[in-house]
T-cell receptor
Framework: EAGVAQSPRYKIIEKRQSVAFWCNPI?????LYWYQQILGQGPKLLIQ????????DSQLPKDRFSAERLKGVDSTLKIQPAKLEDSAVYLC????????????FGPGTRLLVL | RKEVEQDPGPFNVPEGATVAFNCTYS??????FFWYRQDCRKEPKLLMS???SGNEDGRFTAQLNRASQYISLLIRDSKLSDSATYLC??????????????FGTGTRLTIIP
């Protein structure tokens, strides 16, 4: 079974630029999560989708971050404009159902904002 | 108080030793608990769930103490391959469709030959 795919793996941008990350969850997984992991910290949930609907985006900085999951499969996370403090690893995870707590993580996108 | 709190370490432990980590959580209504493992520059992976009665998987034992609001992870006969960061994860939401997993900062473990 293929795992969660993410791209790009690395991205370097200057502050105030825009960036987008892509995630393809495990086939058949209805729930998709985006996490931000800053160096030395645990992952912090940004947004959670159930199929193509948002169920939790309480920690998403909506003035600069946006995410969508069209057709309930792939998802994109965008930052516009980026700030220095956005430097982090952005992890995508998926689970079969919202009630199934085991989350499978992708390899992450490592973002550096200069 | 943080929702999930762990000692970040690092724990430097000789190979073959036994090591234990604790993790405290603030929400007494939390329903489910997990340990995830994260290798350097890799993604987190589920190590084990933590059940009320405690559970064991080979050299790993996880326990839950609801009264004191902490969970623990015990690793016996530690191997070099156990070197990683161990993330404590707590579901601070309710179960059955309203889960909200919160991750601790992780405890870094290094096994020394």
């Amino acid at each position: 079974e293929a795992g969660v795919a993410q791209s790009p793996r690395y991205k370097i941008i200057e502050k105030r630029q825009s960036v987008a990350f892509w995630c393809n969850p495990i086939s058949g997984h209805a729930t998709l999560y985006w996490y931000q992991q800053i160096l030395g910290q645990g992952p912090k949930l940004l947004i959670q989708f159930q199929n193509n609907g948002v169920v939790d985006d309480s920690q998403l900085p909506k003035d600069r971050f946006s995410a969508e999951r069209l057709k309930g499969v792939d998802s994109t996370l965008k930052i516009q404009p980026a700030k220095l403090e956005d430097s982090a690893v952005y992890l995508c995870a998926s689970s079969r159902l919202r009630g199934q707590e085991t989350q499978y993580f992708g390899p992450g996108t490592r973002l550096l904002v200069l | 108080r943080k929702e999930v709190e762990q000692d970040p370490g690092p724990f430097n432990v000789p190979e073959g030793a036994t090591v234990a980590f604790n993790c405290t959580y603030s929400n007494s209504a939390s329903q489910s608990f997990f340990w995830y493992r994260q290798d350097c520059r890799k993604e987190p992976k589920l190590l084990m769930s933590v059940y009320s009665s405690g559970n064991e998987d080979g050299r790993f034992t996880a326990q839950l103490n609801r009264a004191s609001q902490y969970i623990s992870l015990l690793i016996r006969d530690s191997k070099l391959s156990d070197s990683a960061t161990y993330l404590c994860v707590v579901n601070i939401g309710s179960n059955f469709g309203n889960e909200k997993l919160t991750f601790g900062t992780g405890t870094r473990l290094t096994i020394i030959p």
